[in-house]
């Protein structure tokens, strides 16, 4: 593995991502019990954009940079941007860009900083260097459970967990293909360990059949509802670049999907490139079994005959 999330921390991509991790936990923690959040791509938790890496591609600028200076942002982005002043305030004012933001909080510390007495955050980082980084930001914290594992794995290996409800962040690098793949097994292993936990899946977008081809895969893991949300910053990109990004979850959380109509609203507007950019969230329609694809037709076909 290669990817180093530095380069693209608080991109328009984490944005949404992040909008939407802190919106489906912010719903889940409304109620009174104790939740595991497994987050299997965690990273090193905290990112630094004025070091080498941040400084080097400024991507934060076009994404959470841009809604820094938003006044009543809808609820969903107003818990999110909270979050990450939060975590950007314990760094101090001292080297603080004009922007005002030094420090980004990655998905296991939006999480962590959500965390009730009861809840747990096991948080999974492959990449033996972002490892390192991600347990010594953690270190001492009896919440927080750091593996340097294999996050896939880890979904088997979890559920169902003692609190007996979960929320399952999975934000694959992509960078093998069959990285969706691997995705859709694991969760398809999760889904039948915990059919009532919460699964959501991040998924870039450079090509709209590939897309499809990972929403339509969550959605065929389970019989409960699936939800896509997805945030095209413009539609006329050249090819192989990244212009949309989405997320899709097995058993949003009531009034997951209002809150994020609400935040794409203003994203598309705040985001959007050009004039093409669009927000969209929406059920996943679930595939037809093969079986039923291809009797199908041939019930249509007796079905018309005419009576003997």
């Not at 950007?88 to 420090?103: A, I, V």
């Not at 747990?120 to 980084?133: G, I, K, P, S, T």
């Amino acid at each position: 593995m290669n990817y180093r999330h530095g380069y693209h921390a608080g991109n328009f991509a984490d944005v949404l991502k992040h909008v939407a991790l802190v919106a489906l936990l912010t719903r889940l923690m409304s109620k009174d019990k104790p939740l595991l959040v497994l987050d299997t791509h965690a990273g090193r938790g905290g990112y630094d954009l004025t070091g080498a890496q941040g400084d080097t591609t400024k991507e934060w600028k076009r994404g959470v940079g841009l809604l820094l200076p938003m006044r009543a942002p809808p609820d969903a982005i107003a818990d999110y941007l909270d979050l990450v002043r939060r975590f950007d305030r314990k760094f101090g004012p001292m080297g603080k860009p004009p922007e005002g933001l030094s420090h980004y909080p990655g998905s296991p510390r939006l999480a962590r900083a959500m965390l009730r007495a009861g809840d747990r955050l096991v948080a999974a980082e492959l990449h033996r260097d972002e490892y390192r980084l991600l347990r010594r930001e953690f270190a001492g914290d009896p919440m927080v459970e750091t593996r340097e594992t294999d996050g896939y794995a880890l979904i088997r290996a979890s559920l169902p967990p003692p609190e007996r409800r979960a929320l399952v962040h999975v934000d694959p690098p992509y960078e093998t293909r069959d990285e969706a793949e691997r995705a859709l097994h694991a969760i398809g292993q999760g889904v039948r360990r915990l059919p009532t936990g919460v699964f959501a899946l991040w998924y870039p977008i450079k090509d709209e059949v590939a897309a499809r081809a990972i929403r339509e895969g969550v959605a065929a893991l389970s019989k409960a509802e699936t939800l896509a949300v997805e945030l095209r910053v413009a539609t006329n990109a050249p090819a192989q670049s990244l212009y949309g990004t989405g997320i899709v979850v097995i058993n949003p959380p009531w009034t997951f999907a209002e809150h994020m109509r609400e935040a794409l609203d203003v994203l598309v507007r705040t985001l959007g490139a050009n004039a093409t950019a669009r927000g969209d969230v929406f059920a996943v329609a679930k595939p037809a079994p093969v079986e039923a694809q291809v009797e199908a037709p041939q019930r249509r076909k007796r079905q018309a005959a005419p009576p003997r």
